[in-house]
């Protein structure tokens, strides 16, 4: 309750500090209200936190796939 729906993302590298992040459902109507979603500030590292989810055909049981690339150090295009 109160959060946007979110999946969160832990990556472990020998000798390296953890680094979190979270992806979301693109056009999700709470992402608008998600506080944490709301602090990304830039609009394109925003986007860039949001993916589409859509149908796996012949899924039986309603499954969804989603492409999330996860990048180090975000640099928005100038």
């Not at 936190?49 to 180090?72: H, R, T, W, Y």
């Amino acid at each position: 309750p109160g959060r946007t729906p979110h999946i969160h993302y832990k990556i472990k590298l020998k000798g390296q500090d953890d680094f979190t992040t979270q992806c979301y459902i693109k056009g999700h109507p709470q992402n608008d209200r998600d506080g944490v979603l709301r602090g990304v500030r830039d609009e394109r590292q925003r986007a860039s936190v949001q993916v589409d989810f859509k149908p796996i055909e012949e899924s039986k049981a309603g499954e969804l796939a989603a492409k999330f690339d996860v990048v180090m150090g975000f640099t928005p295009k100038a």
